[in-house]
T-cell receptor, first 112, second 113 residues
């Protein structure tokens, strides 16, 4: 069935550089998207979300971009820090209708 | 802390044992969830409860039995599990059962021998 997936399973970046984590989704009806961060030994933690009526949303050091034309979602982390090392998941659903569907996750490793 | 507490953090059990996982949320949410997280697989939704009523059961084997006595507590009763059931079991809560902005606990790492 349709599901959310990730382009790359692992990503290594130098400390201080910007990170970009990508996500593709196949359900064109999805209108809500969310990013989670999961550190070792912990459950996923909410980072940022975006509705389909927006194409960009910024948080603290993070930006989510949504391209509905190609069904692509990305998470940008500015000035990546060692504490950003974790697995990042994207998830999507139809607002108010279906539970979240999660992608497989991308492991981000920050090189000091 | 996310406001969702799971116990125990680690559990080792034999295939003939019966055990229970516990989850408690302190966020005043109306919906609670059980997810299974296996290595290299996406998070798999198992059960959804809304206002203590089960609203979704994603074809989970009957050896997993959920219980939601009130909106703050959720249990997962386990019996006659298989080694392939070894995984991280995550509890989550949200304001509404459609799952926006889930708040997760730290999970129970389950090993079935």
């Amino acid at each position: 069935g349709e599901s959310v997936g990730l382009h790359l399973p692992t990503l290594s970046v130098q400390e201080g550089d910007n990170s970009i984590i990508n996500c593709a989704y196949s359900n064109s009806a999805s209108d809500y998207f969310i990013w989670y961060k999961q550190e070792s030994g912990k459950g996923p933690q909410f980072i940022i979300d975006i509705r389909s009526n927006m194409d960009k949303r910024q948080g603290q050091r993070v930006t989510v971009l949504l391209n509905k034309t190609v069904k692509h979602l990305s998470l940008q982390i500015a000035a990546t820090q060692p504490g950003d090392s974790a697995v990042y998941f994207c998830a999507e659903n139809i607002w108010g209708n279906t539970p979240l569907v999660f992608g497989k996750g991308t492991r981000l490793s920050v090189i000091a | 802390e996310t406001g969702v507490t799971q116990t125990p953090r680690h559990l080792v059990m034999g295939m003939t044992n019966k055990k229970s996982l516990k989850c408690e949320q302190h966020l005043g949410h109306n919906a609670m969830y059980w997810y299974k997280q296996s290595a290299k697989k996406p998070l798999e939704l198992m059960f959804v409860y809304s206002l203590e009523e089960r609203v979704e059961n994603n074809s989970v084997p009957s050896r997993f039995s959920p219980e939601c006595p009130n909106s703050s507590h959720l249990f997962l009763h386990l019996h006659t599990l298989q080694p392939e059931d070894s995984a991280l079991y995550l509890c989550a809560s949200s304001q509404e059962p459609t799952g926006q902005k889930l708040f997760f606990g730290s999970g129970t790492q389950l090993s079935v021998l």
